[in-house]
């Protein structure tokens, strides 16, 4: 479940519905389930949606939760996770952000329909809680109702506070949008990978000028078929930031070309194109002669997907989601 649809729930929660709760992973060491900015609602009902990693951590966080509930107030917890916890054999520690939900409270609402639009627009966001308590209280006691403030970091301040070091009285928590995936050519490996990126947490679109073809194929119904009178100027019109990823994979060499050219001028995270090196070469060096200097031709992941030995459609497109992964949470590749 992303980010976006638990925010949407707290915001029908806040307006008409009973009381909630919204866990948030704020910071983690050693090896822990989740991971940060794993968010997950329990509601006054027991019911769960998303999850901060599952056993025992889960299990405290929702006793937790039941108690923010019941006195309305945030509250922090921290979690030593030893081999001797009862399937926590992880040895790392988490701490966690439980903030009530209550119908009708005014701030958190605001709140959640900025983070929920912010994150519809594909633009990561975040926001700042402050507590005011003692460190040394709040160890010996792994968690407590503080009073808190909280506030939603955006443009350059969130950007410039990317690497803030978390403090024992103020926590940043960051979300980013479902990345968007653009798919140019719905051939094979589009048609293999799409079911796979879905279940990853991407969410693909497609893009082909063959309009017969596209009527003789199927991908899963939420994944949007865009026909294209042609992949000159295909990008026109696209919302494409920071959290878009672009795969090229059409069915020839000019249109590769005419859709690189337009992807290398876009903000976005991610360039995969589908061919050999010897393919790539020719074609940088057409870009080149455009005037397309070695620096932005970097960007371009090609051939795409990680050295696995792939020759199968599938297999290919195994290897291009195992290298968008790494890159999704390393950062580079």
């Given at each position: 479940?992303?980010?976006?649809?638990?925010?949407?729930?707290?915001?029908?929660?806040?307006?008409?519905?009973?009381?909630?709760?919204?866990?948030?992973?704020?910071?983690?060491?050693?090896?822990?389930?989740?991971?940060?900015?794993?968010?997950?609602?329990?509601?006054?009902?027991?019911?769960?949606?998303?999850?901060?990693?599952?056993?025992?951590?889960?299990?405290?966080?929702?006793?937790?939760?039941?108690?923010?509930?019941?006195?309305?107030?945030?509250?922090?917890?921290e979690a030593r996770l030893t081999p001797e916890m009862a399937g926590m054999p992880c040895g790392g520690s988490?701490?966690?952000?439980?903030?009530?939900?209550?119908?009708?409270?005014?701030?958190?609402?605001?709140?959640?329909?900025?983070?929920?639009?912010?994150?519809?627009?594909?633009?990561?966001?975040?926001?700042?809680?402050?507590?005011?308590?003692?460190?040394?209280?709040e160890i010996e006691k792994r968690s407590k109702a503080f009073p808190c403030r909280i506030r939603i970091l955006e443009g350059p301040a969130f950007?410039?506070?990317?690497?803030?070091?978390?403090?024992?009285?103020?926590?940043?928590?960051?979300?980013?949008?479902?990345?968007?995936?653009?798919?140019?050519?719905?051939?094979?490996?589009?048609?293999?990978?799409?079911?796979m990126a879905l279940a990853a947490g991407f969410d693909?679109?497609?893009?082909?000028?063959?309009?017969?073809?596209l009527g003789s194929i199927s991908f899963p119904e939420n994944v949007p078929v865009h026909s294209i009178e042609s992949f000159e100027g295909c990008m026109e019109g696209l919302s494409i930031t920071p959290s878009t990823w672009i795969l090229i994979a059409t069915y020839g060499h000019s249109h590769d070309h005419l859709v690189l050219e337009q992807a290398l001028n876009t903000k976005a995270r991610y360039i995969g194109m589908v061919g050999s090196r010897r393919k790539r070469e020719a074609l940088f060096a057409k870009l080149r002669a455009e005037g397309f200097g070695d620096e932005v031709l970097s960007r371009v992941h090609c051939p795409v997907g990680l050295a696995i030995g792939a020759q199968?459609?599938?297999?290919i497109a195994v290897s291009i989601l195992g290298e968008m992964i790494a890159i999704r949470r390393k950062g580079s590749l």
């Open positions: 479940m992303t980010a976006m649809e638990i925010l949407s729930a707290c915001m029908e929660i806040l307006k008409d519905k009973a009381s909630a709760c919204l866990v948030a992973v704020i910071s983690h060491t050693g090896s822990v389930p989740g991971g940060e900015k794993a968010l997950m609602l329990v509601k006054g009902d027991g019911k769960t949606q998303g999850s901060v990693g599952g056993g025992a951590l889960e299990l405290e966080a929702m006793a937790q939760a039941r108690q923010a509930m019941e006195e309305g107030k945030a509250r922090h917890m988490a701490s966690l952000l439980l903030l009530p939900l209550k119908k009708g409270a005014g701030p958190e609402l605001s709140l959640m329909e900025n983070l929920v639009k912010d994150l519809g627009e594909r633009l990561a966001t975040g926001f700042q809680v402050s507590f005011s308590h003692e460190r040394k209280e950007f410039l506070r990317e690497e803030s070091p978390p403090s024992s009285e103020s926590f940043f928590i960051r979300l980013e949008p479902q990345a968007g995936l653009l798919i140019f050519g719905a051939g094979h490996i589009a048609q293999a990978l799409c079911p693909p679109g497609i893009f082909d000028d063959r309009n017969d073809y199968t459609p599938g297999e």
